[in-house]
């Protein structure tokens, strides 16, 4: 039996899964060696649908056992084998794919990254040469050709290469990062200097630039320089990490190693620049590849395994994610801000009392840090202690200064938790400070709004917050809920029943919108379809005291009472 299989979509192009066009598992006939070998290739899809890469890798090459010349059964177990960081056994299955795709992309790119890996530039550069060239490819291959070139002792033919990374879509401050340390590492320390200025006008804020840039100083006896330039980053909290680390060294007086010692480390530089650049979560599977192929060849580039395990969150893998992040060493720069985040990861995974231990004890470890003190708070409000979470938002809010328009969230969040807290005041102070730093938030005037038209108070400028939050949000069934059950609060019936039914369509599952919906039916003479919608908002597990509520009215309507509340 051959699996029938459309061809895969590889790098560059997409890494989603084709359907199987034909026969599907009832209608074959298969001995139960290819009826397992079936299953196999049905559970890698789904797998992969899944994002579980280690799992799809496993099942593809299952599958693969039994039919090893299928092309596309090697495409996609060469795809998710290297995805899931086994880049050995990658390697092994892109020389079964070159035998009948000569140029295939993926293929090329792990034996290239295979070839590096081994010290064998020469043969890093063949594979490179022998690859097809797409637009994102070209820009990916160009690097490692010149860290490769770099690697056989050839800085001209290394430079060379990389003149082609601007109009392969890369940026100029990729082009003069990388001929920086390409000229770094070859010993020209003038032009080097010249080169990594260059690029700090281009990308001032870039980390690993930064940390480059600081090291080179370091290493050339510029000890004052170094320490007048992190002063220059001090105040940048994305940059605290390095700035910490370099003065820590200079305080020790401990030498400065080069950021990239070895033209492999280059390489490894290069894919894990790309894969920063790709953050959009469409990207986050090819992101993905070219930090696994990046932390084969240096597995201590610690921030190649942040940028893995965010990458891993935006598709909501995160026990992977927690799994990258424990990867990060003690004495790490970054071992602080993994920490925080694995505890951020474990309430995501409902294991919200060891997020909230883990917190405790990361506060006071660095009780100045803003972070922690955050996602504490964050912790807090997810297991539903409001106050606790008002009081990890105080500590966080402390630190904040100056205040600026991005610190709004940390308001936001604070309100919510006060409001939960029966604390309205307090809650209703923070969320029009919220609102006063971006008055364009649609979740800040939604509960704003909301709240006000809960308690009976400024309808009118309740009703107005509302509209503008929908207007900036109009896909979000709970804010047209609030609209149109401010219409109601207001008498405006006819107006709430035709809002409240768009609010239904968007999220028809939630049972106080669904009560709403009920309610403005009730008060327009629509008595069935009332009836109708609050039997709908019991179906959707109401807490205790909305399901009691919701009962009353099936038994008598709507009355008085009910109305405002």
């Known amino acids: ?218 290493r050339n006896g510029r000890g004052s320089d170094a320490q007048a330039f992190y002063g220059k980053y001090a105040s940048d909290a994305a940059l605290q990490p390095v700035i910490d680390a370099a003065r820590a060294r200079l305080a020790a007086g401990r030498p400065a190693e080069r950021l990239v010692p070895r033209p492999q480390d280059g390489a490894a530089e290069a894919l894990f620049g790309i894969a920063a650049s790709l953050s959009d979560d469409a990207s986050a599977d090819v992101a993905i590849l070219y930090l696994r192929f990046a932390l084969s060849l240096e597995p201590g580039l610690d921030l190649a395994k942040i940028v893995l395990a965010d990458r891993l969150e935006a598709i909501k893998k995160y026990e992977d994610a927690i799994a990258a992040y424990r990867t990060i060493s003690a004495d790490s720069p970054y071992r602080f801000a993994a920490a925080v985040q694995i505890a951020v990861d474990e309430s995501r995974l409902d294991h919200n009392d060891q997020a909230i231990a883990d917190l405790i004890s990361l506060t006071a470890e660095r009780p100045n840090d803003l972070t922690a003190w955050t996602a504490l708070g964050d912790a807090y409000r997810t297991g539903e202690k409001y106050e606790q979470a008002a009081q990890a938002y105080d500590h966080a809010v402390k630190l904040v200064n100056p205040v600026t328009e991005k610190d709004w969230p940390l308001f936001y969040a604070r309100g919510v938790a006060e409001e939960r807290s029966h604390h309205w005041a307090e809650a209703e102070r923070d969320l029009q400070y919220a609102l006063k730093l971006s008055p364009a938030q649609p979740q800040v005037l939604n509960y704003l709004g909301y709240s006000w038209v809960d308690q009976g ?99 008598s309507g709507l009355t008085a009472t009910a109305k405002n509340g």
């Open 1 to 218: 039996m051959r699996l029938c299989l459309k061809p895969l979509a590889v790098l560059g192009i997409a890494l989603s899964l084709g359907a199987c066009a034909g026969r599907n598992a009832a209608s074959v006939s298969a001995t139960p060696s290819e009826a397992d070998a079936y299953g196999s290739y049905l559970a890698g899809r789904l797998a992969a649908s899944e994002h579980d890469v280690g799992d799809a890798a496993k099942l593809f090459r299952e599958s693969l056992a039994y039919d090893p010349n299928n092309p596309d059964l090697l495409n996609r177990a060469l795809l998710y084998t290297a995805g899931a960081g086994n880049l050995d056994e990658a390697a092994k299955l892109a020389q079964r794919v070159v035998v009948t795709t000569p140029d295939d992309r993926i293929a090329r790119l792990a034996l290239a990254v295979a070839a590096i890996k081994r010290h064998d530039f020469r043969e890093a550069r063949e594979q490179i040469d022998k690859s097809a060239k797409g637009a994102f490819t070209a820009l990916t291959l160009s690097l490692l050709d010149a860290w490769s070139a770099q690697g056989e002792g050839n800085t001209d033919a290394a430079l060379a290469a990389l003149k082609d990374v601007t109009s392969e879509g890369g940026t100029a401050a990729l082009h003069t990062y990388h001929r920086a340390l390409i000229l770094d590492l070859a010993g020209h320390d003038q032009e080097a200097d010249a080169a990594y200025r260059e690029a700090l006008k281009i990308a001032p804020n870039s980390p690993r630039m930064v940390e480059a840039y600081g090291r080179f100083l370091e």
């Open 457 to 555: 108070r400024n309808l009118p400028d309740a009703v107005m917050m509302l509209e503008k939050a929908r207007s900036l949000s109009p896909y979000d069934g709970y804010i047209t809920d609030s609209v149109g059950w401010a219409y109601f609060r207001l008498g405006r019936y006819q107006d709430a029943a035709k809002t409240l039914e768009q609010a239904v369509l968007l999220v028809p599952g939630d049972p106080t919108v669904n009560e709403h919906l009920g309610d403005a039916y009730w008060m327009t003479g629509r008595k069935l379809d009332a009836q109708f919608q609050w039997n709908h908002a019991l179906a959707f597990g109401p807490d205790e005291k909305q399901k009691a509520a919701i009962e009353k009215k099936l038994q």
